[in-house]
């Protein structure tokens, strides 16, 4: 249901309406990004539903993308996605590429976010060029203060609509103690053994809502995929992503990569 807000929201923003407020606690907006090119970031992808941008994606192969569970949970005809790559507009440009089938993690739980991870098949297969390429697959865990850049197509505030050219945040890895310990105890909310934190000591740069899905890397290696956050770029609260490594096994079983 969630979801089926959100597009609505996102459908009002390219008509240039009103938006319907997304559904409270479920806020995963960038804040503080800069503007790049595809070409910096050419394993980003834009997920679309019925040709409106909602969700981020990655390159993982020729025919498989990732993203968050969460974005096509509630996804009933999957011919209405397709992804966006090659081009830093998620609205024009680069290739479409049919969405033809969506592996959601089984262990998936919509309430808590666990286990967000889905793979996805696509046709035609990519044609890598300067602005469309695969991102490797991180395979150990990554230790805090690492840094990290996610990517998208997120707003500029928090409240807004996402912006049309790719924008990009650096952040860094948080502790792996202190993160889930935070949402823990003020909040009651679980970060597990399948999620991982980035932020920034000062707050004011994160994600937030139209960019879930969004690629989490460092050192050319995919570490996360933008999950949920409370709030937008809080120092307290770093936003929350599906950690990769700990889903490594499962991607190659699926994906084949």
């Known amino acids: 249901m969630h979801f089926v807000v959100l597009l609505s929201a996102l459908v009002a923003c390219a008509a240039g309406a009103p938006a319907d407020p997304a559904e409270p606690g479920k806020d995963t907006r960038f804040v503080g990004g800069s503007l790049t090119d595809i070409t910096a970031f050419p ?3 834009s997920l679309q539903h019925d040709e409106y941008h909602f969700c981020g ?22 011919s209405l996605l397709s992804v966006r790559a090659g081009s830093t507009n998620h609205g024009e440009g680069g290739t479409i ?18 286990y967000d991870i889905a793979v996805l098949k696509v046709s035609p297969s990519f044609t890598y060029t300067t602005s469309v ?6 395979e150990t865990t990554v230790s805090a203060a690492t840094k990290v850049n996610v990517t998208g197509w997120q ?15 650096n952040l860094q890895i948080q502790s792996d103690t202190t993160c889930p310990n935070v949402y823990w105890k ?4 679980d970060v597990t053994p399948r999620m991982i934190c980035a932020g920034t000591s000062d707050g004011g740069k994160g994600a937030c809502e139209e960019d879930i899905g969004a690629p989490l890397v460092a050192k ?22 599906t950690k990769i490594s700990a889903l490594r096994d499962w991607i190659k079983t699926n994906a084949g990569v």
């Open 43 to 45: 394993y980003q992808l």
């Open 57 to 78: 994606a990655a390159i993982i192969s020729k025919s498989w993308a990732v993203t968050a569970a969460q974005c096509v949970n509630w996804v009933d005809d999957i």
């Open 97 to 114: 590429h049919r969405v033809t089938k969506v592996i959601k993690h089984e262990k998936f739980n919509a309430e808590k976010n666990d």
């Open 133 to 138: 390429k695969n991102i490797g697959l991180q």
């Open 155 to 169: 707003t500029t505030a928090e409240e807004g609509c996402p912006v049309p050219y790719l924008q990009y945040v």
């Open 186 to 189: 003020d909040l009651k909310k």
């Open 220 to 241: 050319d290696k995919l570490v996360g995929i933008a999950s949920w956050s409370e709030g937008c770029g809080e120092a307290r609260y770093p936003g929350v992503y």
